[in-house]
């Protein structure tokens, strides 16, 4: 059974950090990528990092430079490391396990979300 457990989320001020962490069943972090994903109510998820089984990675622009995503294989673990946090990186953030289609990694399985609020 495949499963993808995230944890880290809180609540920060602007400028502050937090480390999220998915936990995964070995069946999901054999995916060809990992990633985390965020959504907003009334809005698409959308992709923030992207970790590939070959060690590439993958970072949107808007957090480029603040985030950083990593995985740790003896644990089965994917991270998010986000610093210097705006109230507009405030969402649900989802972690993924999925397959690359046309090098675009397309989740076939995803957590429950941990949710992330940042005050101005």
């Known amino acids: 059974q495949v499963q993808l457990v995230e944890s880290g989320g809180g609540s920060v001020q602007a400028g502050g950090s937090l480390r999220l962490s998915c936990a995964t069943s070995g069946a999901a972090y054999s995916s060809a990528c990992m990633g985390w994903f965020r959504q907003v109510p009334g809005k698409e998820r959308k992709g923030v990092a992207t970790i590939y089984s070959d060690g590439g990675i993958d970072v949107d622009d808007s957090v480029k430079g603040r985030f950083t995503i990593s995985r740790d294989n003896a644990k089965n673990t994917v991270y998010l490391q986000m610093n210097s946090l705006k109230p507009e990186d405030a969402a649900m953030y989802y972690c993924?396990?999925?397959?690359?289609?046309?090098?675009?990694?397309?989740?076939?399985?995803w957590g429950q979300g941990t949710q992330v609020t940042v005050s101005s």
């Open positions: 993924a396990a999925g397959s690359l289609l046309v090098g675009i990694c397309v989740p076939d399985y």
